[in-house]
């Protein structure tokens, strides 16, 4: 499959949105989305982006659950603050966690992750010492935090490494 | 031609709730912006309205054409994956620059820039 497609799981995702965009299954819609996706898969070997292979696919289901919990719970948790800003400030805060990871791929996911729960948002990952800087809007569960985050790096790690 | 009055009561209820939860929550991201003190906390207000308010409002598109057109509809999710996927590329952006501002003013309140494990010598 390699050699037709360098990038296999790219092109069926792309081939994915296009009938998504086109909301339709029509023959003419698969057949341009057949070729979209393997000419755009050649041209991603240009653009060399970092290899990983996806392990452990049943873990992907849990972390992604964990994921839309965590973003239900936080959402709440940050209109709470928001709304009650003035009464009572919320302690924000910075804080660095050790992230152990080196694929890019699993970083540029854990960045999506942590953007998308509210209340955490990413800074700066030095790369050297593998640690990531984040500002916290609740910096009193600063435990809590860096458990998450640890969490969601060990399993990134399992599925990307 | 499908109309909006053609929804079953039941769909309709739930398509408001869903719409109104969702602009609640922009409106609390918008409000977050006014009312947070410092930038590093503001920098958390946009990201209720780009993750909570957009998947809540593409639910409720997604549930109401669903429903008119009996059939499902699936190309909302390409919008919330396309919001969550790019709000950390502007994100970082402003956190990182406003922590380069700071650090450049040396700003008792953030955190200094870490110092290298070893020399940088193959650079």
């Given at each position: 499959m390699r050699a037709w497609l360098p990038y296999p799981l790219f092109s069926i995702a792309l081939f994915l949105m296009w009938?998504?965009?086109?909301?339709?299954?029509?023959?003419g819609?698969?057949?341009v989305g057949?070729?979209?996706?393997?000419?755009l898969g050649w041209v991603m070997v240009k653009l060399q982006p970092t290899r990983s292979r996806l392990h452990r696919l049943g873990l992907m289901g849990g972390l992604a659950l964990t994921v839309a919990a965590d973003i239900i719970r936080s959402n709440v948790a940050v209109a709470g603050i928001i709304l009650r800003a003035r009464g009572r400030p919320a302690?924000?805060?910075f804080m660095s966690v050790d992230v152990d990871l080196e694929n890019e791929n699993a970083l540029a996911l854990l960045a999506c992750i942590?953007?998308?729960t509210p209340g955490t948002a990413w800074l700066e990952y030095d790369r050297r010492r593998k640690s990531l800087l984040i500002h916290v809007l609740d910096i009193d569960n600063e435990d809590l935090w860096r458990r998450t985050v640890k969490r969601y790096a060990a399993g990134l790690k399992e599925i990307l490494e | 031609m499908s109309h909006l009055t053609d929804l079953p009561s039941w769909a309709a209820i739930a398509v408001c709730g869903l719409l109104l939860l969702g602009a609640a929550m922009t409106l609390i991201g918008s409000l977050g912006l006014l009312r947070?003190?410092?930038?590093?906390?503001?920098l958390h207000a946009p990201t209720i309205a780009t993750s909570g308010g957009t998947i809540l409002i593409c639910l409720a598109s997604m549930l109401c054409f669903a429903v008119l057109q009996s059939?499902?509809?699936?190309?909302?999710?390409?919008?919330?994956f396309f919001v969550i996927v790019t709000t950390p590329v502007t994100l970082m952006l402003l956190g990182q620059a406003?922590?380069?501002r700071d650090r450049v003013e040396n700003r008792a309140d953030v955190p200094r820039r870490p110092k290298p494990v070893a020399e940088p010598d193959t650079e």
């Open positions: 009938l998504l965009l086109n909301q339709s299954v029509a023959p819609s698969i057949i057949v070729f979209l996706s393997a000419l302690n924000t805060g942590l953007t998308a | 947070l003190p410092s930038f590093y906390d503001r059939r499902w509809i699936f190309h909302e999710l390409l919008i919330i406003a922590l380069y």
